[in-house]
């Protein structure tokens, strides 16, 4: 049983299914994709400051570019690769000591110059730019296109996707989940996935596990067409406001991670984090600070105090499994943590060790394992 029909949760069908686990159900409470998967900030990267993320990004990379294959659905996958652009000594040498972990991993980062990274993006205004990051394998694509192509195939191999069924309660007997209590009646169940994105607290807490995770709204904005097109760019963002912008249809789709968001469940699309763009525009990409808006959205990002996953299985109730708490990375982790979470199920040895994301780092002993992301957007 899967709670959440995300992109995480079709990810993990997915993964199942093609391993030949039968009588999987994906349980929704909405539509398929009407979370924050349905949101197209879409990018993909494995430029992380921690190993494992790392790994898990650039593992996720190689499965979208191979997704018209497998499952065989094409999700407007763009490699543009990311550029950060940094404008601090102090920030310029910790993603420098970044990059050289990231080589090591076989991901082709590079500094740049501020010349060429306003090379890369003609938006970019070099004066006080210390550095850029660039990454050739990153870019964007559409997380609704790619939820609906893991559905189609697991669908097509046994899956039910139960839309519009809203998880009520978990009966737990002993330390194992028996059944899952919904809006349209009770099911007996074997294991339980939680993949409930930004309201995973509340699943976890049903079964009596902790999962600290809070939901948090972002939102972002596409302008108007341009007139002349706008050029080919990458992923770009400014790190140090937290300002991004790449290509979208015939403008531009741009964002920031406005700091004085409360925590919520609000959804509704405001403009009040525009002028904050603005400003960081106006000083790092001045031709983006007067396009006229034509249309936004909002979504909720799920996150973790050390702003990294949970991933795991829970050590009080054995049969219960999570993959939440993305930060803002879900989208980019998927292919990978399908895979981990299938191997979860299965009992057997995953790619990674994944250990230091167990939601028990945040408890008792645990607390040592807390690992901070420092490249966070």
């Known amino acids: 049983?899967?709670?959440?029909?995300?992109?995480?949760?079709?990810?993990?069908?997915?993964?199942?299914?093609?391993?030949?686990?039968?009588?999987?159900?994906?349980?929704?409470?909405?539509?398929?994709?009407?979370?924050?998967?349905?949101?197209?900030?879409?990018?993909?990267?494995?430029?992380?400051?921690?190993?494992?993320?790392?790994?898990?990004?650039?593992?996720?990379?190689?499965?979208?570019?191979?997704?018209?294959?497998?499952?065989?659905?094409?999700?407007?996958?763009?490699?543009?690769?990311?550029?950060?652009?940094?404008?601090?000594?102090?920030?310029?040498?910790?993603?420098?000591?970044?990059?050289?972990?990231?080589?090591?991993?076989?991901?082709?980062?590079r500094m740049t110059g501020p010349a060429e990274a306003a090379r890369l993006c003609p938006y970019v205004c070099t004066e006080g730019l210390v550095a850029g990051v660039f990454s050739p394998d990153d870019g964007h694509a559409r997380p609704a296109l790619a939820v609906a192509g893991y559905a189609r195939a697991a669908a097509a191999a046994g899956?039910?996707?139960?839309?519009?069924?809203?998880?009520?309660?978990?009966?737990?007997?002993?330390?194992?989940?028996?059944?899952?209590?919904?809006?349209?009646?009770?099911?007996?169940?074997?294991?339980?996935?939680?993949?409930?994105?930004?309201?995973?607290?509340?699943?976890?807490?049903?079964?009596?596990?902790?999962?600290?995770?809070?939901?948090?709204?972002?939102q972002l904005a596409f302008t108007a067409p341009l007139d002349p097109p706008a050029p080919r760019v990458p992923f770009t963002i400014d790190f140090s406001s937290s300002a991004y912008?790449?290509?979208?249809?015939?403008?531009?789709?741009?964002?920031?991670?406005?700091?004085?968001?409360?925590?919520?469940?609000?959804t509704a699309w405001t403009d009040d984090w525009l002028p904050l763009f603005r400003a960081a525009a106006r000083e790092r990409a001045p031709e983006l600070a007067g396009m006229s808006i034509a249309d936004g959205w909002a979504g909720l990002y799920e996150v973790t105090p050390d702003h990294n996953a949970l991933i795991g299985r829970s050590a009080p109730v054995p049969n219960f499994l999570y993959a939440t708490g993305f930060s803002g990375h879900g989208f980019l982790q998927a292919p990978a943590v399908g895979e981990l979470v299938r191997d979860l199920h299965l009992e057997r040895e995953p790619f990674a060790d994944i250990a230091p994301l167990s939601a028990e780092r945040f408890t008792g002993e645990g607390a040592?394992?807390?690992r901070p992301e420092a490249h966070v957007v």
């Not at 972990?101 to 991901?107: E, M, Y």
């Not at 009770?186 to 809070?214: F, N």
């Not at 015939?250 to 609000?266: C, I, M, S, T, V």
Request: with cysteine; aromatic share 6%; charged share 20%.
């Open 1 to 109: 049983m899967i709670v959440g029909g995300g992109v995480m949760g079709a990810s993990i069908a997915f993964h199942l299914a093609e391993a030949g686990v039968e009588r999987v159900v994906v349980l929704e409470r909405d539509e398929l994709a009407s979370g924050s998967s349905g949101k197209p900030i879409g990018g993909v990267r494995a430029q992380f400051s921690d190993p494992l993320n790392i790994e898990l990004g650039a593992r996720s990379l190689r499965a979208y570019a191979d997704f018209p294959r497998r499952p065989g659905a094409g999700i407007r996958l763009e490699t543009v690769g990311y550029l950060f652009l940094l404008t601090s000594e102090r920030d310029a040498a910790a993603f420098e000591e970044s990059v050289r972990t990231q080589n090591a991993l076989g991901v082709p980062t």
């Open 245 to 266: 912008f790449h290509n979208s249809d015939d403008g531009l789709l741009f964002g920031l991670a406005d700091p004085a968001q409360p925590d919520g469940f609000d």
């Open 159 to 218: 899956v039910t996707f139960a839309t519009g069924t809203t998880v009520t309660g978990l009966d737990v007997r002993g330390d194992l989940v028996s059944a899952v209590h919904t809006d349209r009646g009770r099911i007996a169940c074997r294991t339980v996935v939680c993949a409930a994105g930004a309201w995973s607290q509340g699943i976890g807490a049903m079964a009596g596990v902790s999962l600290p995770v809070r939901p948090v709204r972002r």
């Open 368 to 370: 040592a394992g807390v």
